[in-house]
């Protein structure tokens, strides 16, 4: 009788811990679940695809940016801190990566090819 009266106690003493253990292992994940780690971006252009879809524009959305402007000259580069923007007289323009020159020689140099000179 009282190994059963022991036995009762232990167990009434150890149900409890182990209910809390299964429960902050379920709160937190468990010791075997690692952290989720961000997937690269996919290899199509599905995404893009769907945000240019989805963008709302009465204007010009520029392709680069999806920003909505007047007139495609006026679109933004997509990372002015290393782009030059160069407008053409056309109304169209280009972003170019900025090449340690000096102010305005992107565009110099640009226009002189564009003239066959470079």
Known sequence: M???????????????????FQFFEHMFGGQQQQQAQPQNAGSDSAWYQQ????????????????????????????????????????????????GGWAEGETARKIELARKGLL
């Open 51 to 98: 945000q240019y879809e989805a963008a709302h524009c009465d204007k010009y959305l520029c392709p680069h940016t999806l920003s909505c402007v007047h007139f495609a000259h006026h679109c933004p580069c997509a990372f002015p801190a290393v782009e030059d923007k160069v407008e053409f007289g056309d109304g169209s323009m280009v972003c170019v990566s900025k």
């Open 2 to 20: 009282e190994l059963i009266h022991y036995l009762t106690t232990l167990l009434l003493l150890v149900l409890p811990a182990t209910a809390q």
